[in-house]
């Protein structure tokens, strides 16, 4: 079992800059990829980035592309998701998951077994 919490959430304006880390615990030598989901009210959770634990591949949601970068700290167990260029759309509850099998490319979530609790992102316009 992979316990992750999430930190970082917060309220920040348009344009402004977010970094959220999700630190791991527990069975972390069988994580084979970590993702950051996300969530607004009234709308399906949705993939915004992943990365290959054992390694340095990266994919982002193309909604994101070019403005999150997704990274990591395998001596830490700590995933981090750095937010630039924020709009009001990129509103919403962000979760990082972690998966023993299926590869980084697999972005749907039920292949994800493992999530944290959640961290509120607000962009104000």
């Known amino acids: 079992q992979v316990q992750l919490v999430e930190s970082g959430g917060g309220l920040v304006q348009f344009g402004g800059s977010l970094r959220l880390s999700c630190a791991a615990s527990?069975?972390?030598?069988?994580?084979?990829?970590m993702g950051w989901f996300r969530q607004a009210p009234g709308k399906e959770r949705e993939f915004v980035a992943s990365i290959r634990w054992g390694g340095a591949s990266t994919y982002y949601a193309d909604s994101v592309k070019g403005r999150f970068t997704i990274s990591k700290d395998n001596v830490k167990n700590t995933v981090y998701l750095q937010m630039n260029s924020l709009k009001p759309e990129d509103t919403a509850v962000y979760y990082c998951a972690a998966k023993r099998s299926g590869g980084y490319l697999d972005i749907r979530s039920n292949t994800y077994e493992s999530w944290g609790q959640g961290t509120q992102v607000t962009v104000s316009s």
């Open positions: 527990g069975r972390t030598f069988s994580i084979n990829a």
